[in-house]
């Protein structure tokens, strides 16, 4: 039984890593990387292949290697949903959701909140609690699933490993933005492919093909399991292991809960999510935007064959370790009483690939891992930068949000790595399921506010914080009561003691009822309270996005870094001047003159890309920024390829259903 690293292993790794140190750097190099456009939005110059690659690399991360794969292992196909469902939501983000965000100019999407409702409090609400769930939900994730691989791999001191890959994460993170990011991603996207289709051709060939894997899949028990059934009915596959739509009660993801709360879901983290919105943001127009969310939703179709199909084979094939349902020899093979289907692919890559591919593998996965996280800390440091702490200090520099984006990623990194204790003693079953369950506490009502904002112009801010207020706390409550209810460990022999809101009612099916709530709440307040004028919704919805005129906002309405400079004309190169250090009446002395271009170097502030602009020219660049234009023929291209993918994927839903 190899679980060893190999000379030809290290090899790899190390060659990998300093690929990607190469490409993070070399993108620091590059153009449109001085200013707050260019670090967060790339200098919006990106192709359609960058970001259809970057879009897929920054949701597949570690938790689908561990978690999807795991939770494959552990009762079949039914996962797949997840990827799948993604396709409609990826297309509708290109067709429906970004054409109201570039029209407006949103750098992200507490920007646009606060454009179409008004107010403060709640663009500070959805800055808050989006970066609340990056460091509980998606950075906390990326390290436990991350920590379970490399244990398993490498068997490394964990904060050894994770303190590593942020390190390295940190560094082409923080200096080269999101340019860097994107470019890396690409890179990794295909390092992550090639090691995944390899692992599935090799797995699909060790069992004998589809077919056989059905039937070994269906006996693939643990001996505890086999010899008393009754006793370990836990460790038996489902009967409709192979069926992805599954019972409205019993299935462990009814149906219902399926097409309907993990709507809600996919709305959010696919159409408004900070993470995915900022990649198609940076697209140079509308036609490479579009293309890219089309790209990346062609890649999530691969999720069955890459991560759903070596789960199953990993359950086959191992079948003591990864099926056991002893709660005492499950703790001795993955440190876990709740069970061990989240090792499943760790050990397909320990054990089935040879010597070389296995580096390759791992490669793979501290990509994933890396994409992800790098995703993670640039969107946090945007909106940290743009939507809290530009708040607060409105004449803000351009160094000085510069210098707070990075020392927020700084910050995280931090968090992060105190964080680990924690991740530690958290841990269940299964841990696909545990992070769906906290986005279903908290993420359908967001979704909500989102469609009535972009859809129903009557809504209101009144309506949609009151709304998200009384929806939070409905959903907090769930989720306290599903932390300290616990379901009993599988062959344990304890009484379900869970109240049956807990027992009963199933995560998505409550993510159904949330979003319900919340919609009620909104709509009802808005009723009662006074909703924006035509004028100020120019551009700002879906019915006024092709508006010619800006939105009649105030100055605390639009005070966005690239706006501010259109308002303040001369003020704005008196301010270029002094950052600059130098006047034409004093030059600087040769060492002031080093230090400020180290300083500059570090910010990542190009002093080309600060000479004072026109305001005819800075409204030029406004009016790019903002256009929908498009290639006629490109469009109609784009629209087939959208209906053929969309049908492509009904027809593969309904096969396997």
């Not at 707050?36 to 920054?58: D, Q």
Request: hydrophobic residues 45%; proline residues 3%.
């Amino acid at each position: 039984m190899a679980e060893n690293l190999f000379l030809e292993d290290y090899i790899t790794l190390g060659v990998y890593f300093c690929i990607v140190l190469a490409v993070g750097l070399w993108s620091t190099f590059r153009p449109n990387k001085g200013n707050a456009k260019g670090y967060f939005l790339a200098g919006k110059t990106m192709h359609w292949i960058p970001i259809g690659a970057s879009i897929y690399a920054s949701n597949i991360g570690a938790p689908m290697f561990i978690g999807l794969a795991g939770s494959a292992a552990g009762s079949g196909i039914a996962v797949t949903i997840y990827e799948w469902h993604a396709v409609f939501f990826l297309i509708l983000l290109g067709w429906v959701f970004l054409p109201v965000y570039v029209s407006c100019g949103a750098y992200t999407i507490p920007e646009w909140v606060k454009k179409r409702f008004g107010g403060r409090r709640l663009r500070m609400y959805v800055s808050f609690l989006a970066l609340l769930g990056y460091i509980l939900c998606n950075i906390s994730g990326e390290i436990y699933t991350g920590a379970i691989f490399l244990q398993q791999m490498l068997e490394w001191n964990i904060y050894l490993c994770v303190s590593i890959i942020l390190g390295v994460t940190a560094v082409y993170t923080t200096v080269g933005g999101l340019a860097s990011v994107i470019y890396t991603d690409t890179l990794q996207t295909v390092i992550l492919i090639i090691g995944a289709t390899v692992l599935f051709f090799m797995s699909i060939i060790e069992v004998g093909g589809y077919a056989a894997m059905e039937t070994k899949f269906m006996n693939a028990m643990s001996n505890e399991t086999r010899y008393n059934r009754s006793y370990y009915s836990c460790g038996v596959p489902p009967a409709d292991s192979f069926h992805i739509f599954r019972d409205a009660v019993t299935g462990d993801i009814p149906w219902p809960g399926a097409l309907l709360g993990l709507s809600t879901l996919g709305l959010y983290g696919w159409g408004q999510d900070q993470i995915i919105v900022q990649r198609t943001l940076s697209a140079r127009n509308m036609v490479h935007a579009k293309a890219g969310t089309l790209l990346g939703a062609v890649l999530k179709l691969t999720g069955f064959l890459l991560f759903v199909i070596p789960g199953m084979i990993s359950r086959i094939l191992y079948t003591e370790e990864v099926a056991c349902s002893d709660p005492d020899k499950c703790m001795a093979f993955c440190n876990n009483k709740s069970g061990c289907t989240n090792i499943a692919y760790p050990l397909m890559v320990l054990r089935l690939l040879p010597k070389g591919f296995r580096g390759l593998m791992l490669a793979a996965l501290l990509a994933a891992l890396m994409s992800t996280l790098t995703s993670i800390l640039n969107s946090a440091s945007s909106i940290m930068t743009l939507d809290i702490w530009h708040q607060f200090r409105k004449k803000a520099s351009q160094s000085e949000l510069m210098i707070v984006g990075r020392v927020t990623v700084l910050v995280l990194i931090a968090l992060s790595i105190l964080w680990l204790p924690i991740l530690q003693q958290t841990q269940g079953g299964r841990f696909w399921f545990y992070v769906q369950s906290v986005r279903s506490y908290l993420i359908p009502p967001l979704c909500m506010m989102f469609l009535l904002g972009l859809f129903w112009k009557r809504t209101t801010e009144q309506g949609v914080f009151w709304g998200l207020m009384l929806s939070i706390v409905v959903g907090f409550v769930r989720m306290v009561l599903d932390f300290t209810f616990l379901a009993p460990a599988c062959g344990s022999n304890e009484v379900d003691a869970r109240p049956e809101i807990i027992s009963k009612v199933d995560f998505l099916h409550f993510a159904t009822l949330l979003a319900l709530f919340a919609t009620i709440a909104m709509v009802v307040i808005s009723l009662c309270t006074q909703p924006r004028t035509e004028k100020q919704l120019h551009r700002l919805t879906w019915w006024t996005k092709d508006d010619k005129a800006e939105p009649e906002l105030t100055d605390d309405e639009d005070e966005e870094v690239h706006m501010s400079f259109l308002k303040k004309g001369k003020e704005f190169e008196t301010m270029q001047i002094q950052e600059n250090g130098q006047t034409t009446e004093n030059d600087e002395a040769g060492e002031q003159r080093l230090k400020t271009k180290c300083r500059n170097w570090v910010c990542g502030i190009d002093e080309d890309a600060k000479q004072a602009m026109t305001t005819q020219e800075l409204k030029e660049i406004r009016r790019k920024m903002t256009s929908l234009e498009e290639d006629s023929k490109m469009k109609i291209i784009l629209n087939a390829s959208a209906i053929v993918i969309i049908i492509l994927t009904i027809v593969l839903l309904v096969y396997f259903g």
